[in-house]
C-alpha cells in the first residue's frame, strides 16, 4: 500500500453571497438545478471524499460543469470550500497562514493549464524558470535548471522566443517544463492537453507516460476525453454534477460502470485500444503437462472443456483435442505425445492490446491461451468473449 | 395650484449659504493658505529650475537631446525627423522660449500624474469599494468646467505656477487612472491564476504580472493624459502659467488672428510630438506581447 498523499474528506463547494446557509437545503436532498432557482446560488462540489495516492496519475473526468476544475483548484487552494477538509500528506491546508500557503504553493505543487497561462512578456527560458523566480533562486540558477527542463521537453534552442511566436503544443510543452522545473512532487493538470490538435495530444501524452516513469510523481489530471483518462489514469473519478460517481482502475469504469452517466461515457470508447487480453481474459480451460497419450487423456478427464494446453519441458507447444487423442488406438495410449498429436495455436501475451489480438482470435474456433513472459499460462480468450467485450457488454469485476 | 414659478430656496437664505461657504474657505485659505503653499515649495522650485534648464540651453542642445530621447524611445528615423522639423519651425517662428516653457509644466504635470494616478489606480483595482468611491470622482474631475475648481485653488494659493499645475493635473490625471484600472483588471485570469499557483506573493503579482501586461491599457492612459493636460495650456495661462498659452490668450482679447494660430499650432506640433513618440514607444516596449490580445 502506497501513502496516502492527499486526502478529501467531506468536501462541500457553493458560489454565492451565503453557502452555509444552502447547506441544509443540501441536506435535503435538492439538485444543483433547484438550489441555484430556489437560492441563486451554484453547487459546485458535493460531499466529495477521495484519497489520492503517492506516484499515481490519477484521473478527474467529468461533462462540462461538473466541478472538475472546482475540485483541483481546492488541492492548491485556488479556491477555499464552503465545507469539508483537505489534506496534502497530513497538513490541513485550510490552516495554512498567508506565508505558510505561498510556501506551500511554491514548493509542494505545480500547475499546468488548459489555456497555457504563460507569461506573455517573459522569454521561453524565464517562463520556465518562473517558479524558481518566485522562490528567489538567482538568475543563473534558475535558468540554468530552466534549460535543462527545456530540452528534457524537447524543446532546446527555443529559449529566447516568445510564448506567442510558438504552436499550441510547444507552449504547452513550456506549461509542463514550467511546473516540472519546481521539482514539485504534485502536479496537477487542468484539462492540459484539450486545447491541443489530436496528433501532438497524443505525443504529450506519450511524454507525459515516459515522464512519469522516471519521475513518480502525483499527477492529477483532468480531461474530458475517456481515450486520454483510459490511457493515463492509475485510477480515474468521475464527477456528475459535483458529485463523485465512481473512482477506480480504468478497467472497473470500463467493464463495470456505476450508472448509466458513466455507461454513457464509456459508451463510445474504443474498447479495442483501451483494454489488454489480461483485462478481459477467463481462466484456462487446462493446462496438460503429461508425456504420453494415456497421461494427456487421464489429465483431460477431470477438465469440462474438450481441449487443454500442452506444456512441455520447452514450454507451450499447442492446443490437445479430446477427440484426437481418444480416436488413436488403444495400442498407442503409452505412446509419447508428439506434434501431430496436438495443434498448433498461437499464444498470447497477457498486456497485449485487444486490437493486436483480433486477427488471431478470430482465425480459430478455440480460445487462444494467454501466456506471460515466464511462460506461464494465465487465461484464455475465446472469441466469444471478446466480441461480448467489444460488443459493449459489461462484466462484474 | 400649478404656479408657474419653480419651488425654490428663499433668495435670503441662498445668500445666506453663499456667504457662509465662502467666508468660510476664505478664512480657510487664509489659516492654511502658508502653510499649504510651503507644502509646494520644492515643487514650485523644481518647476523654476526646470523651467530655466530649458531656457537657458542652447537651443541646439535642447533640440539634440529632444531628437535623441525621441529616436531612443521609438527607433523610428521618420518620427524623429518630424521632431526636428517642427521644433525648428517653433523656434523659427520665434515660440522657441513659450514652448521651452510649457514643454517644461506639461512634463512635470505628466510626471506627476503618473506618479499619482498609476498607484491610484492600482488601488482601485484591487478593491471594488475603492473603485465605488473613485469612479464618481473621476467622473465630477472630467467634467466640472475648469474655471470652477481654479477659483478655490486661486483663493487658496493665488496666482502662478502651482496652482496652475494643480488645475493641468485635476484635469489630466483621470484617463491615467481609469485606465490603469481597467488595464490591471482585464489581465488575463489564466495568467494570474498560474501566478498564484506557483506561489507568487502579492507584490510579486503585480510587478511581475498585472502591470506589464496592463501595460498597452495603462500607456493609452499615459498619452490621453499628456494629450489632457496640452489642452489646459490655455486656461493653466488665466491664472498666470506662462508659455504657449499666454499669447493665445492675448490674441483673444486682442484679435490678432495670426498670433493666435501659429501658437495655436505650436500647441498642436507638441501635442502630436508627444503622442506619437509616446505611442511608438508603447509599441516597441509591447512587441513580445502579441499573443495577449488572441490568446
Ligand atoms: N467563480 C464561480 N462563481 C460561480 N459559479 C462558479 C464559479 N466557478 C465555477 N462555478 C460553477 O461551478 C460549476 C463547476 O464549474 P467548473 O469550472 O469546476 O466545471 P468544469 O468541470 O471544470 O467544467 P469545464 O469542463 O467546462 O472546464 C459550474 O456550474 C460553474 O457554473
Ligand atoms: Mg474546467
Redesign the interface.
Known amino acids: 500500500m502506497r501513502d496516502t498523499q492527499i486526502q478529501v474528506d467531506g468536501l462541500y463547494k457553493i458560489f454565492g453571497k451565503d453557502p452555509i446557509s444552502v447547506m441544509p437545503l443540501i441536506e435535503q436532498g435538492k439538485t444543483k438545478d433547484e438550489i441555484l432557482a430556489e437560492t441563486g446560488h451554484t453547487v459546485g462540489l458535493l460531499d466529495i471524499n477521495l484519497q489520492i495516492q503517492k506516484g499515481e496519475t490519477f484521473v478527474i473526468m467529468g461533462l462540462s460543469g461538473s466541478g472538475k476544475s472546482t475540485l483541483i483548484r481546492h488541492f492548491?487552494r485556488?479556491i477555499d470550500p464552503s465545507v469539508g477538509q483537505i489534506l496534502v500528506e497530513g497538513t490541513d491546508v485550510m490552516q495554512l497562514g498567508k506565508k505558510e500557503?505561498?510556501?506551500?504553493?511554491?514548493?509542494k505543487?505545480?500547475?499546468v493549464?488548459?489555456?497555457?497561462?504563460?507569461?506573455?512578456?517573459w522569454s521561453v527560458v524565464d517562463n520556465v524558470a518562473?517558479?524558481l523566480?518566485?522562490?528567489g533562486i538567482d538568475k543563473t540558477e534558475r535558468r540554468a535548471k530552466a534549460q535543462e527542463w527545456l530540452n528534457t521537453v524537447g524543446l532546446g534552442g527555443y529559449e529566447e522566443q516568445?510564448?506567442?511566436?510558438l504552436s499550441g503544443g510547444q507552449q504547452q510543452r513550456v506549461g509542463l517544463a514550467?511546473a516540472l522545473c519546481?521539482d514539485a512532487e504534485i502536479l496537477?493538470m487542468d484539462e492540459a492537453f484539450s486545447a491541443l490538435d489530436p496528433l501532438i495530444r497524443s505525443e504529450m501524452q506519450d511524454q507525459l507516460i515516459e515522464l512519469q516513469e522516471k519521475l513518480h510523481k502525483t499527477i492529477i489530471f483532468i480531461t474530458h476525453d475517456l481515450d486520454e483518462a483510459l490511457r493515463l489514469g492509475d485510477r480515474i473519478a468521475i464527477l456528475k454534477d459535483g458529485m463523485l460517481v465512481q473512482v477506480g482502475p480504468p478497467v472497473e469504469i470500463l467493464l463495470s460502470p456505476a450508472d448509466d452517466y458513466v455507461e454513457a461515457f464509456v459508451k463510445d470508447v474504443n474498447r479495442a485500444r483501451a483494454l489488454t487480453v489480461d483485462n478481459v481474459m477467463k481462466p484456462p480451460a487446462y493446462r496438460v503437462t503429461a508425456e504420453t497419450i494415456g497421461g494427456a487423456l487421464k489429465q483431460m478427464k477431470n477438465s469440462t472443456g474438450d481441449y487443454g494446453y500442452y506444456f512441455n519441458k520447452d514450454g507451450y507447444q499447442g492446443i490437445l483435442l479430446k477427440e484426437t487423442l481418444e480416436s488413436v488406438p488403444p495400442t498407442s495410449l503409452d505412446d509419447q505425445l508428439n506434434a501431430e498429436n496436438w495443434q498448433v495455436l498461437p499464444g498470447i501475451s497477457p498486456d497485449a492490446l485487444l486490437e493486436e489480438v483480433i486477427p488471431d482470435t478470430l482465425a480459430t474456433e478455440y480460445p487462444l491461451p494467454v501466456i506471460d513472459d515466464k511462460g506461464g499460462l494465465k487465461g484464455e480468450l475465446s472469441r466469444d468473449c471478446l466480441a461480448d467485450v467489444l460488443g459493449g457488454k459489461s462484466r462484474s469485476v | 395650484m400649478f404656479d408657474a414659478k419653480f419651488p425654490s430656496m428663499d433668495r435670503a437664505d441662498l445668500l445666506a449659504i453663499r456667504k457662509g461657504l465662502d467666508s468660510g474657505y476664505r478664512e480657510f485659505s487664509r489659516a492654511y493658505g502658508d502653510m499649504i503653499e510651503t507644502f509646494f515649495d520644492p515643487l514650485l522650485s523644481f518647476l523654476i529650475w526646470f523651467e530655466q534648464l530649458l531656457l537657458d540651453a542652447p537651443w541646439w542642445l535642447v533640440l539634440t537631446i529632444l531628437v535623441g530621447i525621441v529616436y531612443g524611445a521609438t527607433r523610428s528615423w521618420k518620427l524623429s525627423v518630424g521632431v526636428f522639423l517642427s521644433f525648428l519651425w517653433v523656434g523659427y517662428f520665434g515660440m522657441w522660449e513659450n514652448t521651452m516653457r510649457t514643454m517644461s509644466i506639461i512634463t512635470v504635470c505628466t510626471v506627476i500624474s503618473i506618479a499619482l494616478g498609476i498607484p491610484i489606480g492600482i488601488l482601485m483595482a484591487r478593491s471594488d469599494r475603492v473603485q465605488m468611491v473613485v469612479t464618481p470622482l473621476l467622473d465630477v474631475m472630467q467634467t466640472m468646467p475648469a474655471f470652477v475648481y481654479l477659483i478655490p485653488v486661486v483663493m487658496l494659493l493665488g496666482i502662478g505656477k502651482i496652482p496652475g499645475v494643480i488645475a493641468v493635473v485635476i484635469y489630466a490625471i483621470p484617463p491615467v487612472i481609469r485606465l490603469t484600472n481597467l488595464g490591471i483588471r482585464l489581465v488575463d485570469k489564466e495568467v494570474l491564476e498560474a501566478g498564484d499557483a506557483y506561489g507568487a506573493s502579492s507584490v510579486q503579482r503585480l510587478v511581475g504580472i498585472q502591470l506589464p501586461l496592463s501595460m498597452p491599457t495603462i500607456m493609452a492612459g499615459i498619452n490621453q493624459t499628456i494629450m489632457m493636460a496640452l489642452s489646459m495650456v490655455v486656461i493653466a495661462s488665466m491664472i498666470g502659467v506662462k508659455g504657449l498659452g499666454q499669447p493665445v490668450l492675448k490674441s483673444i482679447t486682442n484679435q490678432y488672428f495670426t498670433m493666435g494660430l501659429l501658437n495655436g499650432l505650436a500647441i498642436v506640433a507638441l501635442a502630436i510630438v508627444f503622442d506619437r513618440a509616446s505611442q511608438a514607444y508603447a509599441k516597441r516596449a509591447q512587441r513580445h506581447m502579441g499573443g495577449l490580445e488572441n490568446a
Open positions: 492548491n485556488l500557503l505561498q510556501e506551500f504553493r511554491r514548493h505543487m505545480s500547475m493549464f488548459q489555456r497555457f497561462g504563460l507569461m506573455p512578456h518562473y517558479g523566480k518566485v522562490q516568445y510564448p506567442s511566436q514550467r519546481t496537477l
